[in-house]
T-cell receptor, first 110, second 114 residues
């Protein structure tokens, strides 16, 4: 299920299930979007990106969907594994810098 | 090599100290960035260097002073910091400054100001 913690929304999923992490972005001029994964004590790690001329892009076990009409981005992780547990940030780029979303903590339980 | 390295990993400093954070990349990237990240918050952009010149300063207090000695190195000089400056400081690099290039992040320096 999904719950809102003190600062970070949290998504809890069972190992093997698919995860969907959502992100609303703010700037309709943004033309580039990235998802990052950040494990505890580490820097953000690139997962997948998408440009505004696309609405879907697939990587290994991950898919990013972009809906420009409602300014929504989602990250789908197939067959979620314990190693996927981390905080996930979306980021948008309206100009020459990245603007990060607030983040979602993904917890994977056996 | 797709690695950004940062030193030190941890730093504890008093409010009267002067210290420096260091960042290095050997990917040939021409843009480098400093971010500040508080616990449970997203990274916040501080500075952007493009071709070794300061391109963006996000109204960062002058007690933080960036320096780009060459295209592979980025420093952040710290002086007279406040306890609220305690955070994870992240360095990143990208091929170019324009926003449509992936930024590679280092592991960060965990800074504690006492």
């Amino acid at each position: 299920g999904e719950s809102v913690g003190l600062h970070l929304p949290t998504l809890s999923v069972q190992e093997g299930d698919n995860s969907i992490i959502n992100c609303a972005y703010s700037n309709s001029a943004s033309d580039y979007f990235i998802w990052y994964k950040q494990e505890s004590g580490k820097g953000p790690q690139f997962i997948i990106d998408i440009r505004s001329n696309m609405d879907k892009r697939q990587g290994q076990r991950v898919t990013v969907l972009l809906n420009k009409t409602v300014k929504h981005l989602s990250l789908q992780i197939a067959a979620t594994q314990p190693g996927d547990s981390a905080v996930y940030f979306c980021a948008e780029s309206p100009t020459d810098k990245l603007i990060f979303g607030t983040g979602t903590r993904l917890q994977v339980f056996p | 090599d797709t690695e950004v390295t940062q030193t030190p990993k941890h730093l504890v400093m008093g409010m009267t100290n002067k210290k420096s954070l260091k960042c290095e990349q050997h990917m040939g990237h021409r843009a480098m960035y400093w971010y500040k990240q508080k616990a449970k918050k997203p990274p916040e952009l501080m500075f952007v260097y493009s071709y070794e010149k300061l391109s963006i300063n996000e109204s960062v207090p002058s007690r933080f002073s960036p320096e780009c000695p060459n295209s592979s190195l980025l420093n952040l000089h710290l002086h007279a910091l406040q306890p609220e400056d305690s955070a994870l400081y992240l360095c990143a690099s990208s091929q170019e400054k324009t926003g449509s290039y992936e930024q590679y992040f280092g592991p960060g320096t965990r800074l504690t100001v006492t």
